[in-house]
T-cell receptor, first 110, second 114 residues
């Protein structure tokens, strides 16, 4: 099945810093989503972005489907941004199931 | 509009017992998917239901089953519980017919098997 790798696995930043999280996938996809899981376990949908670029406030995402990667940018980090960020993809081939990456754990220090 | 709700939020069961978890999707959403999250395996897809039919299934044993009702509410059942079934069980609902377009997750049910 499709492989999804996220980097870095852990990231510790000072409040106000910017960050870039990366998601690489091994096959062509027709669905890619970014999620934020807060410390209480709630998964929040950030972006549905199978291709192109989207922005929502301090967050933006870019997916280059032909090169099989996606980037999530967080600017001017706040402590509430802490948590685990997941990307999830749906392959164009094989079983129809959303495959999640292993996540990037982001910790923002005040 | 109310979000996805899951009940119960926490559950402690003994090995060999069975458990039923419930998920109510966002109003108007007809697709419900279930996921298991563990520290070792991460987030894994269990199954997806759309219009009361199981449309997709992950790689889990037959002890894991589910169903969807006519109002789109869904239940999942785990029989003969094992210690390894301890996990956070998440359900997600989706509006579009493909099932996976923009998934919205509930708060999860944390199951502990002793």
């Amino acid at each position: 099945g499709i492989q999804v790798e996220q980097s870095p696995p852990d990231l510790i930043l000072q409040e106000g810093a910017n960050s870039t999280l990366r998601c690489n996938f091994s096959d062509s996809v027709n669905n890619l989503q970014w999620f934020h899981q807060n410390p209480w376990g709630q998964l929040i949908n950030l972006f549905y972005i199978p291709s192109g670029t989207k922005q929502n406030g301090r967050l933006s995402a870019t997916t280059v489907a032909t090169e099989r990667y996606s980037l999530l940018y967080i600017s001017s980090s706040q402590t509430t941004d802490s948590g685990v960020y997941f990307c999830a993809v749906l392959s164009n081939f094989g079983n129809e199931k959303l495959t999640f990456g292993t996540g990037t754990r982001l910790t923002i220090i005040p | 509009k109310a979000g996805v709700t899951q009940t119960p939020r926490y559950l402690i069961k003994t090995r060999g017992q069975q458990v039923t978890l419930s998920c109510s999707p966002i109003s108007g959403h007809r697709s419900v998917s279930w996921y298991q999250q563990t520290p070792g395996q991460g987030l894994q897809f269990l199954f997806e239901y759309f219009s009361e039919t199981q449309r997709n299934k992950g790689n889990f044993p037959g002890r894991f089953s589910g169903r969807q009702f006519s109002n789109s509410r869904s239940e999942m059942n785990v029989s003969t519980l094992e210690l390894g079934d301890s996990a956070l069980y998440l359900c997600a609902s989706s509006l579009a017919g493909t099932g996976f377009y923009e998934q919205y997750f509930g708060p999860g049910t944390r199951l502990t098997v002793t």
